[in-house]
């Protein structure tokens, strides 16, 4: 689904998505591209990353993105990767933490170091890149960044309590940075996608039962659509935003 706004304020905007070769964050990638900004990206995933930029790189209108390997655990290495972009683009102005992994977990048997790598696969290395582009932020004269939550632990989704503990505990860094940060003009808020059809939700756990229940849960009976989170992240990146802070912008389809 192609999306019909244009932001101006995006243009030739340095924006950096975490996790951004597969999924949501795929199409975010995409989608700020076709806004004419300036997009770099990490990934783990090398070769969905070099596809997505030559993709992105044959579309009429859309400026090619630059794509960094990068593990977001490794800190230093995130930092490093952060401080070239500055150097190379210019300083971030959006920052989407999008890197996050849900592997499914039995609480009463995972071990201390596992736990560690679920906490800082999806919640750690979103503190150490507000952390490495705020500066940068500040003497531009404000930014915008996007943690990504979720609705699973709202909904008590067991099995990976990893996951669902550091998706609640971003919500808690949004609010806890939001009044330091807007000191320096700098927005900071959570988008909490609902279900979203991504290539790897319909291999791995869409199936006749779980559509039956986005059937009942759904107030809109639609699929939910990278799109849809694509939409909401632009004008959360676009000075349209420009008051926006602290908050919670929940795109869902209305699950209740
Ligand atoms: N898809 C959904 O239904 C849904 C629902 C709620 C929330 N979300 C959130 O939206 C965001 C995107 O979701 P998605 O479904 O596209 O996620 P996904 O797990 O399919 O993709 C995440 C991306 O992050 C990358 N990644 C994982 N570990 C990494 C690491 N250590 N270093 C660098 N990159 C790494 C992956 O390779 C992948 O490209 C996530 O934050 C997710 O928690 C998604």
């Known amino acids: 689904m192609?999306?019909?706004?244009?932001?101006?304020?995006?243009?030739?905007k340095v924006v950096f998505i975490s996790g951004g070769a597969t999924g949501i964050g795929a199409a975010l990638v995409e989608a700020f591209?076709?806004?004419?900004?300036?997009?770099?990206?990490?990934?783990?995933?090398?070769?969905?990353?070099?596809?997505l930029v030559r993709r992105i790189g044959e579309m009429a209108g859309a400026t090619a993105p630059?794509?960094?390997?990068?593990?977001?655990?490794?800190t230093q290495d995130l930092q490093n990767v952060l401080k070239i972009v500055g150097e190379q683009l210019g300083p971030v102005a959006a920052l989407l933490n999008n890197a996050a992994s849900d592997t499914r977990h039995d609480f009463r048997t995972i071990d201390e170091d596992y736990w560690n790598s679920r906490i800082n696969v999806n919640l750690r290395h979103?503190?150490?890149?507000?952390?490495?582009?705020?500066?940068?932020?500040?003497?531009?004269?404000?930014?915008?960044?996007?943690?990504f939550g979720s609705m699973s632990w709202y909904e008590c989704q067991g099995n990976m309590t990893g996951y669902t503990t550091s998706k609640a505990a971003l919500e808690g860094m949004t609010r806890g940075l939001a009044r330091e940060l807007g000191?320096?003009?700098?927005?900071?808020?959570?988008?909490?996608?609902?279900?979203?059809?991504?290539?790897?939700?319909?291999?791995?756990?869409?199936?006749?039962?779980?559509?039956?229940e986005i059937q009942r849960s759904q107030c809109l009976k639609g699929r939910l659509m990278p799109e849809?989170?694509?939409?909401?992240?632009?004008?959360?990146?676009?000075?349209?935003?420009?008051?926006?802070t602290?908050?919670?912008?929940?795109?869902?389809a209305g699950w209740i």
């Open 2 to 12: 192609p999306l019909s706004n244009q932001y101006p304020s995006l243009k030739d």
């Open 33 to 51: 591209c076709c806004q004419g900004a300036r997009v770099a990206f990490v990934d783990v995933l090398t070769e969905d990353a070099n596809q």
């Open 228 to 244: 849809d989170i694509c939409a909401m992240a632009l004008f959360l990146a676009s000075d349209d935003s420009r008051m926006c």
């Open 183 to 212: 000191e320096d003009n700098i927005r900071i808020n959570t988008l909490i996608p609902g279900w979203v059809m991504t290539e790897r939700q319909l291999r791995d756990w869409v199936n006749e039962d779980t559509l039956q």
């Open 246 to 252: 602290a908050q919670n912008f929940v795109v869902d």
């Open 126 to 147: 979103a503190f150490f890149a507000i952390q490495a582009v705020q500066p940068g932020m500040k003497a531009a004269g404000g930014g915008s960044i996007i943690n």
């Open 66 to 74: 630059h794509f960094f390997h990068c593990d977001v655990t490794r």
